[in-house]
């Protein structure tokens, strides 16, 4: 796909595009889709924490004192998957952020309408720093519609934390799902390791994976 949106980044390597077929094989098994899915998350969340911001600090080293930049100290980084799917992305998300709060974001897409249902709302409003010093990775392993990443970002929006501050991390999304994000939140930023061809009718990505859910937790 031409690439048209600038916050849109497609990651590509032969790690993401050995998992993906994994992932994307009806003859792979639950452990195999559990496998495949953690090592392309992990890639995935590398990419997306390119825009946290750094702090130049003191470290001495059992020879010496120098100075390095790490992750700023002083922000808040929430991890907000998507119930359920979205949650193949915490394990990954905890262990190289270990900093980060986990904040879940229940809903489900009524069949019919393939509109969002919120079941589960864990995000309060930000108490002990500026919003503006909150960054936020909405997680979801497939971006369809677009109608729950939309939900997830304007919570977050309406919080007052910066769209610039919000990174979407999705393993494969649509044509359809990118431009209803981006044609109303521009700034934010969409990491994904694939663009396929379009959604069907009962609004599943084609190719696709099938039901992530359904594949991740073998249900
Ligand atoms: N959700 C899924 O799990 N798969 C799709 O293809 C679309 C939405």
Redesign the pocket.
Known sequence: MLNKFNNLKIISNPIVNQSLCTLRSKNTDTEGVRLAARKLTRILLYEATKNLPQKEIEVETPIAKFTTNTINPDISIIISPILR?GLIFTDEAVDILPQAAIRHIGMYRDEKTLKPVWYYNKVPMPVDKPAKDYYVYITDP?L?TGNSLLEAIRLYVEKGIPETNICCVCMISSPEGIENVFREFPAITLIVAAVDSHLNER???VP?M????DRIYNT
């Open positions: 799917a497939m369809a609004g599943y990505i696709g099938g039901d992530a859910g």
